[in-house]
């Protein structure tokens, strides 16, 4: 691997995110999935970085995932992101921030679509108006989240408490970044690094001490891909897409995987779990599987967040294996216990999949 | 008095328009940026479909620069204009020659590879392109470059940069066919036991013992043509090249191993020569290379008078059509200068 080729494709593909005064929309499906990844990119931008962030709790759905299943017309679509852009101009907002890379590349794509078909902006600012007697202006500046951490992320080293190096060896921990499709394979200038090699995990993963696995199959889909998982005659598909990656990262040994789309996480974490009790196949060391996080979290983690409050506890794949690498203490007795210390129960353990209970 | 003639561009075109115009009792000024005169020529080992040695048609193109021909090397232009019905250029060291007539021949470049990102070339190592194996074959006549890297498998991907709205080629060019076959057969002659895997959208063998060629690689060398376009390519530990394609015969995707993938990088305009068009008003065509007067019956003129084009910065060809061209177009600057 020449890492000079890649360098060039990075310094092709840079894009302007900004700086402050964020209007941030959440996603559907990820305060289910991992539920302290929001928050916590909340807590960051506010707390470690002081920036001034705002969200609306009339906000929708950007309606992605009906779009891209068929099931909400692009009409439809069009005007219920016309009204997010209305409730960002009421606040006297101009920068966009999405949670979910779907949305990331639908709010690109429609504001694409309307710059070439100027009539059908036209068109959904009346859908807007008869539905809702709302105006918008159109953002001035559109980031995923991740790319806002990747903009502030030597910041967030500098305030980090520990390192993406393991404690006993010294050495950096080596990292698979996983990218949402639509980030950047749509249009590879809106992503950092681009489509082919983007750079917005690498980056940050690097930043913070850590080295990143390039391997064969590290553009494959996670295995969501829509249909592949909400039509459930095609779910072996699936787990199929993800088994595939995890066979061709498994000779590199990751500690870790790292995504930025709410979907990746999801299936790269359950479907091991899945693989593990349909195979009795596992992808770490010694019947652990391959910790999956999202940057919300990886970041909370070398901050010094609880683990338990950035939700690592509903992770399928046990955290704990790359905690103790790091060194990040947790208290393993407060695992499953609820936000006022109540005790919550126990998932019942795997038969395959180490499963941690006990530091 | 002699007319004069100033001819940009020292490859194939240039120089064999140069011996034409001398021989007709033009004085020539042949205005070349490199060094060395020869373009890509240079960097060429063998040529299709004879497999004879580049080296010779050069040797017959420098046969017709004689002394008379003032040759300029590392001439980089900075300006050409029109001033009445003669020409100036100017180059960036400040030397500058007048003519009456001026013909461009400054020929094509190589298609980056790296624009196609998803095929990792400049980033896997065992990714190279045709232009780079040529190189290898000029410089090594015994080459061990697959024993080295055990090329056992190797691909082949045609329209690497052609016929490709991504990269905003939709132009064939033309050529990239008959040199994967040309290339895939001196590959089998070095490593008889290499399984070789032709990646192709269809073959455009359009020329004389093209298609006899391709017979040959299939017949004679078992060469593998598999029709359907690479999708990407990737890195594996031991740095062979993993490709996905589908294969479009049977409708199946299909992934497979090889040591070595050579992508087939197509032609592209140069920049400098739309530069050159700007200066002049010449007209270009839609794909980037620079539009005749006529394509049917005007093909060595351009729309103003006395600047007159030959060669591949007209689009993609060979070198038997680029020193036909050469020929028809120093034939057509002597009739316009004697009238």
Known sequence: ?359 | MRKKVIIIGGGVAGMEAAGQLSAQNMEVILLEKQSILGGHLLNWDRLFPTRRDSAEVLDYLKKGIGSDINVQLDAEITNVKKEGSEFRVILKDGRTFNSEALLLANGFELFDARKKEEYGFGIYENVISSAELEEFFRKNKHPDLFAGIRSKRVGIVHCVGSRDEKVGNLYCSRLCCVTGVKQAIEIKELLPDAEIFSFYMDLRMFDRHFEEMYYEAQQKWGIHFIRGRLSEASENPDQTILVKVEDTLTGLPLKMTVDLLILLVGFIPRPETRGIASQLNLNIGSDGFLSPEDVHTGANSSNVPGVFLCGTLKGPGSIENTIADARAAALQIACYLSV
Request: charged residues 25%.
């Open chain 1, 1 to 359: 691997m020449k890492i000079e080729g890649k360098k060039q494709i990075w310094k092709d593909y840079q894009k302007e995110i900004a700086g402050d005064h964020y209007f941030y929309v959440r996603s559907c499906v990820r305060q289910n999935f991992f539920p302290g990844s929001e928050k916590t990119f909340l807590r960051i931008l506010q707390n470690e970085l002081h920036k001034d962030i705002y969200e609306n709790a009339a906000h929708t759905t950007c309606s992605g995932i009906g779009y891209h299943s068929d099931i909400v017309p692009i009409a439809t679509t069009m005007t219920m992101i016309a009204r997010q852009f209305a409730l960002m101009t009421e606040a006297g907002l101009e920068n966009l921030a999405t949670s979910c890379i779907t949305s990331f590349g639908l709010y690109n794509e429609i504001l694409e679509t309307w710059h070439h078909f100027p009539e059908v902006e036209e068109k959904t600012r009346e859908h807007l108006w008869n539905a809702t007697k709302r105006e918008f202006k159109k953002p001035g500046n559109v980031a995923h989240a991740s790319d806002i951490i990747y903009k502030y992320r030597e910041e967030i080293s500098e305030k980090a408490k520990f390192k993406l190096v393991n404690k006993e060896t010294g050495k950096p921990l080596k990292a698979v970044e996983h990218i949402g499709c639509h980030y950047a394979r749509m249009f590879p200038g809106k992503g950092v690094g681009g489509a082919e090699y983007p750079y917005v995990l690498t980056g940050m993963i690097e930043s913070w001490g850590g080295e990143v696995i390039d391997y064969p199959e590290r553009r494959h889909c996670c295995g969501f891909g829509f249909r592949q998982y909400l039509v459930m005659a095609n779910r072996g598909f699936s787990i199929a897409c993800s088994k595939k990656k995890f066979d061709s990262m498994e000779p590199y040994h990751p500690d870790f995987i790292l995504t930025n789309c709410p979907g990746c996480p999801m299936f790269l974490d359950r479907w091991q779990y899945a693989i593990s009790e349909m195979e009795g196949k596992t992808y770490g060391t010694n019947g652990q599987g391959i910790p999956v996080l999202t940057y919300e979290e990886l970041a909370g983690m070398l901050l010094g967040y609880d683990p338990w409050d950035l939700g690592l506890q509903v992770h399928q794949v046990p955290v704990e294996p790359l905690l103790d690498k790091i060194g990040i203490p947790y208290d393993s007795t407060k695992k499953f216990s609820g936000i006022h210390g109540e005790d919550l129960g126990k998932p019942e353990p795997p038969s395959v999949l180490k499963f941690y209970t006990e530091h």
